[in-house]
Structures are given as structure tokens and as C-alpha cells.
């Protein structure tokens, strides 16, 4: 089977540094992609981890330990239009992504 | 920026009755996918389709749905005799760019709100 977890929601302040986990049991792994998705919008890409470590791109960082079966989302210098839904998605060897459920995250100020 | 499009936006229908949701992946893109998202729920995959023909499909994607790529830039999702439980956001996506190789983003449309009454 197959399982990816991650927390339901989260809340932080502005210019505050927030890490969201994600937790994943699957067979045929072939990346683990994040997502950004407002509220009845479509999901955004975010990042891609197919290695173990690190990936940053600006504000955003993403890791991985496949052994684990971890990633983490990073998100530096909170900023109000980052309060949204960020979905964990496990890429299979056959291209389909599968999603976890997201965590709500809400900024205040 | 290239982004896939999708239309309508929204589609309201009567239970029984057949919805075809369009979509317009990026262009050079050689992969294309559809996933629906019930309200309050997590995004699931429905279909996977490259070559002119299904890749994969999961146990949503019964005889109910079927898919099209009737031209050289149009992906559609047809889903026959709907039911209440059809009732989600419809998001085409599309992957592959110039290398036309797994391992690439998908890229995710608008969506098509779907409403069965």
C-alpha cells in the first residue's frame, strides 16, 4: 500500500521561518514533489527532491531522505500570501503523483 | 510563462447526463494527466495518457470516464452518466517539455469545477 502523512495545519507569524513534514510509505518511488495550493485554485509547483538532501530555490527549501521516507517543506521570511494549502506529492515509477492530504498553513501578522 | 488551460471553469449538470471538460496542456508537453479534488479532500490521480493512449489508470477511472486527445492541442476528460458523487475540481496537468522523458514537473490547469445535481 501507500501512505503519505503530513500534518493537517499549522499556524505561524510573518517573517517567521515554518517547517512542514512529511512522512510517506510507497513502493516504486521516483520523487517527491511539493505543491502550493490556495483555496479553490489549482496546485502550484513548488519543488522537486529526487535525491537525498537539500534542494533551495529563494524563500522556499525542500528535503529528502529516501531512506526515511522524510521530506520537509522550509518556508523562510513568512509573508501573508504564503497562508495556503502545501501538498506533499510522491511521484511513483510510473509518472502518477499521489498526494497527502496537505497542511493548511495561516500566517498572521 | 506557458500554462495549461482548462475549460469551463465551472459545470453544473443533472445527475444521468454526460460532461466533456477541456483542456489545453502546455504545448511542447508530451504527458497528460487528469486528477480530481472532492471538496475538503485531497487530490487523487484519475488518468495518465501519452502516445495516443492510456499510460495508467486508477480504480476511480471506471467505464464511466473516458479520455481524448482529439487534436494537436486539445486533452479531454469525458465522464458519462454522472453522479452526485462526480461533484469535485477536475485538474487536467501536463509534463514532458522538450526532452519528452519521465521525471519532468506536471503543470497543473485551472481546474473545472463540476457540479452534479
Known amino acids: 500500500g501507500q501512505n503519505i502523512d503530513q500534518p493537517t495545519e499549522m499556524t505561524a507569524t510573518e517573517g517567521a521561518i515554518v517547517q512542514i513534514n512529511c512522512t510517506y510509505q510507497?513502493?516504486?518511488?521516483?520523487?517527491l514533489f511539493w505543491y502550493q495550493q490556495h483555496a479553490g485554485e489549482a496546485p502550484t509547483f513548488l519543488s522537486y527532491?529526487?535525491?537525498?538532501g537539500l534542494e533551495e530555490k529563494g524563500r522556499f527549501s525542500s528535503f529528502l531522505s529516501r531512506s526515511k521516507g522524510y521530506s520537509y517543506l522550509l518556508l523562510k521570511e513568512l509573508q501573508m500570501k504564503d497562508s495556503a494549502s502545501y501538498l506533499c506529492a510522491v511521484r511513483k515509477n510510473t509518472d502518477k503523483l499521489i498526494f497527502g492530504t496537505g497542511t493548511r498553513l495561516q500566517v498572521f501578522p | 510563462e506557458p500554462e495549461v488551460t482548462q475549460t469551463p471553469s465551472h459545470q453544473v449538470t443533472q445527475m444521468g447526463q454526460e460532461v466533456i471538460l477541456r483542456c489545453v496542456p502546455i504545448?511542447?508537453?508530451?504527458?497528460f494527466y487528469w486528477y480530481r479534488q472532492i471538496l475538503g479532500q485531497k487530490v487523487e490521480f484519475l488518468v495518465s495518457f501519452y502516445n495516443n493512449e492510456i499510460s495508467e489508470k486508477s480504480e476511480i477511472f471506471d467505464d464511466q470516464f473516458s479520455v481524448e486527445r482529439p487534436d494537436g492541442s486539445n486533452f479531454t476528460l469525458k465522464i458519462r452518466s454522472t453522479k452526485l458523487e462526480d461533484s469535485a475540481m477536475y485538474f487536467c496537468?501536463?509534463?514532458?517539455?522538450?526532452?519528452?522523458?519521465?521525471?519532468?514537473?506536471?503543470?497543473f490547469g485551472p481546474g473545472t469545477r463540476l457540479t452534479v445535481l
Open positions: 496537468a501536463s509534463s514532458g517539455g522538450t526532452s519528452g522523458g519521465l521525471g519532468d514537473t506536471q503543470y
Open positions: 510507497t513502493s516504486g518511488f521516483n520523487g
Open positions: 504545448s511542447n508537453h508530451l504527458y
Open positions: 527532491n529526487v535525491l537525498d
